[in-house]
């Protein structure tokens, strides 16, 4: 059959046509694939579950499951800082002196290590105690998965007053002493003065703070030293004026005292 020039010149140019863009494609799709292994691979980094653990509340005693079935003793005053693997439900709090609950957080059933903070404020003895938990627990039929119990005696008792009385004042600042336990500590401050703070809290217990700013009257607090340890007695002169909507140009002032508390 016979075709003419002009239909022959249209076929050939449609193949050529065809050919064209099947290039084309296939250097895009070339182009795209070098591209993409080319490009950096990206990624969540993996978030650690420790990441999200509290850290371990301090006290000034501290216990761990290895304590259990022990007993401390503390001072009036001092805290008791108890820190659990997670399956741990958390201690429930006493009811009664002489222990206060201060803080607590995380425990059965959040994943978390159990970290609570308690407080000795009288004298007397109390029990502390908990247990594991699991989810199994509640299916029916229960899990026997075995369950720890986690028990803690606390005795609380008052500074011994069998030491020595040292007292300091406006003119020692910034100087060093040194107690042993059971020694009184007097401080008495000018009235520009609030009631000094320590840091750590615990080798000091107070026994009588009155007095200081914004009273018009004195610093007069007593401590008495309850355990060895090394603490840092501070407090920042103040005045009325300093929260006038104009405050005064009066300079305020650090009193800082290190008290080193030896056996």
């Known amino acids: 059959m016979a075709i003419s020039r002009r239909a022959a010149l249209a076929v050939s140019g449609l193949t050529v046509a065809a050919g064209t863009l099947t290039a084309l494609l296939m250097a895009q799709l070339v182009t795209g ?57 958390p201690v429930p709090p006493p009811t009664n002196p002489p222990l206060r609950l201060d803080s607590g957080r995380d425990g059965y059933p959040s994943g978390q290590p159990l970290s609570q903070l308690f407080r000795a404020i009288a004298t007397g003895s109390v029990d502390l105690s908990t247990q594991t938990d699991h989810p199994c627990f509640s299916a029916t039929p229960p899990c026997a998965r075995p369950i720890r119990l986690w028990t803690l005696h606390v005795n609380v008792v008052n500074p011994s007053s069998s030491g020595q009385t040292v007292t300091v004042s406006d003119t020692d600042n910034n100087k060093s002493i040194r107690l042993r336990i059971g020694d009184t500590l007097v401080v008495s401050l000018s009235h520009i003065y609030p009631a000094p703070t320590l840091t750590p809290t615990g080798v000091l217990v107070p026994i009588s703070v ?54």
Do not use: K
């Open 33 to 89: 694939i070098a591209v993409a292994d080319a490009a950096p691979t990206t990624s969540s980094p993996a978030v650690s579950s420790s990441a999200n653990s509290p850290p371990p509340v301090r006290g000034d005693v501290n216990v761990t499951e290895a304590d259990s079935q022990t007993a401390v003793t503390l001072v009036v005053g001092q805290t008791l800082g108890v820190t659990l693997p997670a399956e741990f439900r």
């Open 210 to 263: 009155t007095g200081g700013y914004p009273e018009p009257t004195p610093v007069n607090a007593q401590y008495r030293a309850a355990v060895a340890g090394r603490v840092t007695m501070a407090t920042l002169s103040d005045s009325a004026c300093n929260h006038a909507p104009m405050p005064c140009p009066s300079p305020q002032v650090w009193w800082r005292l290190q008290v080193t508390v030896a056996g």
